[in-house]
């Protein structure tokens, strides 16, 4: 084939542009760490780099709403700990001690004593952890509120399930509110419906621990319990036939409260073990995304001073090609 | 025979004035060693001698030639190479304008590139909204101001990349209107001035070489704009001469864009977001009395690549136009609002409120609480959709956080914003709504994709990155290919300093030569005139 001088500068500039382009490439990516810029350099890194960090930032997300949820049960655990360590101290040093001939001074003192402990937990049943009610179900008022000596939960009477204005609340309804919180175990809806294995419900009734409605005409509810008893201790005609029936409904509910304690503590194990999940396999996305987007510096580095190596022998090698022509020799 | 006794001179001036005219060509390619599109020229000489026909006073014995004879200057060109490089040049042409145009596109919807590991772009906030819904706490105002807020930027980035995507449509559709269709007609008024110039030339006898490579520069250059085939049509001038002319048509087509002495002027019309290329004529006083829709026909060259782009609605085409079938800009334009549509009627559906419940359980009676709307009404698009009004000026919170029917307060209830985020990971079908007919309906449909709504939008940004990189590789491939065959032509036509020296020295040797034959022949002269018989 004719060479020509003008076909050998214009073919060595092209080589030397883009020897260039690729040494400024090279540099790029020394520089930031990245495979590649743009997606059209690597479509398919793209779209796997999207599906990951999509994932990723998912999983930030469950980690949040994990954390949170354990603040919440840590916060429901220490209130329904401090009414279950209250009512077995009463039961122990006051309640277990009346029989038929305490006398009525020492009745108006554990009167007096239960009193206390009415107010104390009706403090902790209120309970507020940042904006929520911990036993409030899915209300956002003040759930349990007083009017005389009656108790009522988020408007209803706890015995009889009443409003003030008489309508009656389904208490089987009341007690099953649900708070779910999508912690990664794959959130699906059958139409309108929850799955319910795929969230964790976060809901505390104070309602369901404490007790509700009446049994053979004896209430459940540990508050209304408490007064019963005090009631009784005070009443002008007190005898043990009268009062013991409620000692006895008094000892039942207070182990249900020990036994919903432990629950919340299992339901605490379960999260501990749902954030380790959560934090692995955002471990685990970090290394793929790793792997996909950013570069082996090494190789980088390696690429980047061979390419550099290339690009000064293309330049040495330019003063030979372009040197001489036969003009420089002619005499 | 008698040998003329002058007879010799004849041969020597020949032979000098040939010499000469061949240090002069070598002169003329020296000097043009850098000139674009000069095409190394070269004397075609033949040796010379004298014949007569008729017997009778034919020559006998010794016959001898005399000297040399230039006949004309001609130029080292193959025509077949110019037409290849001209088909290239018109691929490479298309394909670079739609390179270009399309990484404009990426550098929208592309959300790869990241500074300092904070990632962002529509889908990193469409995650960030779902974050702030799942730290909402329902029927808290101040919280819900924090969705709020996200809910807005996701709105605004819709619009800002509508917004830019169509200031790409307009800035191509400039590039076409008052780059390349100006440029094509500047040309071909220039190669119908070169034509009559070199026909000119060419019927006083002069080969016009010079003109013929600017007219061929011209030609390369309009080839990146057209698919052109050039055809080269003999005129007879008289007098048993004749001289070429040329047209340039469209490939395979009758569309002539230059016709020896005239040219045919090229427009841009825009006609419900489709551009038309047209050929355009005039009166004589200047005012347009046709034109001609010629974009179908034009299959290669930078114009066809503006054309694609422009034109291209992928599965939103209303016709089966090559053009509109491409996936061009109007196809990402599109894909755009379909997300926004899409997003916004579901957002909206899923926040009304229950007002009234059936027996056994159900809602009844819905409100509509809508969380976006159009901008100006009308349908949702990327360009307009926005928060709603009435979400913009709630006090109170407006998210509806539940649908099941309770007793007492529920306002902490929050499944329905379970179901909002849900939403976010069910998968949707996405459908092109096309309005064939333009009337206001649409009235056919081409399905999409079935995803989420960040799952459609990845897949549109890859969808771009895949056509980015394609045409990346088609140029490049089209313009090696190019830079391969310009490399063969330059091969055979361009000049070599090397050659020319080697020319200059043997011409200069053989102009010498011829010198000595004269300086020779007169002193045989001398001897015969003066020294004879002395």
């Known amino acids: 084939m004719r060479i020509t001088t003008g076909m050998m500068s214009n073919r060595y500039v092209r080589n030397l542009n ?135 939960f988020k408007g209803y009477n706890v015995n009889t ?171 | 025979m008698l040998r003329p006794t002058f007879i010799g001179y004849k041969t020597a001036t020949s032979a000098i004035k040939v010499n000469q005219y061949m240090l002069d060509i070598v002169g ?53 190479l110019d037409l290849r490089y001209r088909m290239e040049s018109s691929k490479a042409g298309s394909e670079y304008v739609q390179f270009e145009a399309l990484k404009d596109l990426e550098n929208i919807l592309d959300e790869i590139p990241m500074d300092d590991e904070v990632m962002y772009g529509l889908d990193a906030q469409f995650s960030d909204l779902i974050r702030q819904l799942h730290s909402l706490s329902p029927s808290d105002p101040v919280s819900e101001g924090v969705v709020r807020t996200s809910a807005e930027m996701l709105a605004q980035m819709l619009n800002n990349y509508s917004k830019e995507m169509e200031t790409i449509r307009t800035q191509q559709l400039s590039y076409l209107e008052n780059g390349a269709i100006v440029d094509i007609n500047q040309i071909s008024e220039n190669i119908v001035k070169l034509n009559k110039q070199i026909r000119e030339s060419n019927i006083s006898g002069n080969p016009a070489l010079e003109l013929n490579d600017e007219r061929n520069v011209l030609i390369d250059e309009l080839s990146n704009y057209l698919d052109i085939e050039v055809d080269v049509e003999p005129l007879d001038i008289g007098g048993g001469n004749i001289i070429d002319e040329i047209v340039i048509r469209l490939r395979g087509t009758d569309v002539e864009i230059v016709n020896r002495n005239e040219y045919t002027e090229l427009g841009i019309e825009e006609n419900d977001n489709i551009i038309t290329v047209n050929t355009i004529k005039r009166d004589a006083d200047g005012n347009i009395t046709e034109e001609t829709d010629i974009s179908e026909k034009i299959t290669g060259g930078q114009v066809n690549g503006y054309l694609k782009f422009l034109n291209g609605r992928g599965e939103f085409a209303k016709s089966g136009d090559d053009f509109e079938s491409y996936k061009g800009v109007q196809y990402y334009q599109n894909m755009l609002d379909v997300l926004a549509n899409k997003f916004a009627g579901i957002m909206n559906e899923l926040n009304r409120e229950p007002v009234s419940f059936k027996a056994d359980g ?19 698009t990327a360009g307009n959709i926005k928060i709603s009004d009435e979400w913009a000026k709630a006090t109170d919170s407006y998210i509806t956080n539940t649908i099941i029917q309770s007793d007492g307060d529920s306002s902490g209830a929050k499944d329905n914003i379970l179901r909002i985020i849900n939403s976010f ?60 065959i310009d490399y063969a032509r330059k091969s055979m036509s361009s000049v070599d300093l090397n050659e020319e020296g080697v020319n200059l020295l043997q011409y200069s040797k053989s102009y010498n030569a011829a010198a000595r034959l004269m300086t020779t022949l007169d002193e045989m002269l001398d001897t015969l005139i003066n020294r004879m018989g002395v």
């Open chain 1, 161 to 331: 399930g009443k409003d003030k204005m008489g309508n009656i609340a389904d208490f089987d309804k009341l007690v099953s509110e649900t708070i779910n919180v999508d912690l990664g175990l794959g959130m699906t809806f059958d139409g309108e419906n929850l799955n319910k294995d795929t969230i964790f419900d976060m809901s505390m009734s104070g309602l369901k621990y404490m007790g509700y409605g009446e049994t053979d005409g004896i209430a459940n509810n540990l508050y209304t319990l408490i007064g019963k008893i005090k009631d009784e201790l005070r009443s002008s005609d007190f005898s043990i036939e009268k009062i013991n029936p409620y000692i006895e409904k008094f000892e039942q509910q207070k182990k249900q409260v020990l036994v919903n304690v432990t629950d919340i503590g299992a339901k605490t194990n379960y999260l501990n073990f749902l954030k380790n999940r959560n934090e692995s396999s955002q471990f685990n996305l970090n290394e793929k995304l790793v792997d996909v987007e950013m570069a082996d510096p090494k190789k980088a580095i390696t690429d980047f001073i061979m390419q550099e190596y290339y690009y000064n022998a293309a330049l040495s090698m330019g003063n030979k090609i372009l040197q001489n022509s036969f003009i420089d020799f002619m005499k």
């Open chain 1, 18 to 152: 883009k020897s260039a382009n690729q040494m400024d490439y090279m540099h790029q990516r020394v520089y930031t760490g990245r495979k590649f810029f743009k997606g059209s350099e690597d479509p398919v890194s793209a779209i796997k780099a999207y599906k990951l960090r999509r994932e990723y930032r998912t999983t930030e997300i469950y980690d949040t709403n994990i954390r949170d949820v354990e603040s919440f049960l840590t916060e429901a655990e220490t209130n329904l700990m401090q009414i279950s360590d209250n009512l077995e101290k009463v039961y122990t040093s006051h309640i277990k001690g009346i029989t038929g001939t305490v006398g009525n001074e020492e009745r108006e003192i554990i009167a007096k004593e239960l009193e206390n402990l009415q107010s104390s937990i009706l403090a902790s049943l209120n309970a507020k952890f940042e904006d929520r009610y911990v036993f409030g179900g899915t209300s956002n008022e003040l759930p349990f509120t007083l009017e005389g000596n009656e108790l009522y």
């Open chain 2, 362 to 380: 159900t809602v009844d009676v819905w409100k509509e609480k809508p969380l976006f709307e159009a901008r100006g009404g009308g349908e949702i």
């Open chain 2, 425 to 484: 990971q069910e998968a949707e079908d996405y459908e092109a709504n096309i309005d064939t007919d333009g009337d206001g309906t649409a009235d056919m449909q081409r399905p999409l994709f079935k995803g989420t709504f960040q799952e459609f939008f990845s897949y549109t940004a890859t969808k771009l990155n895949l056509q980015v990189k394609s045409a990346n590789t088609s140029y490049n491939t089209f313009s090696e290919t190019q830079f391969h």
């Open chain 2, 28 to 80: 003329q390619n020296m000097a043009n060693v850098n000139t674009k599109g000069y095409t190394r020229q070269r004397l075609d000489i033949n040796s010379v001698a004298y014949s007569a026909r008729n017997m009778k006073l034919g020559t006998t014995g010794v016959v001898i030639g005399q000297g040399v004879d230039a006949k004309g200057v001609s130029q080292f060109r193959d025509s077949f």
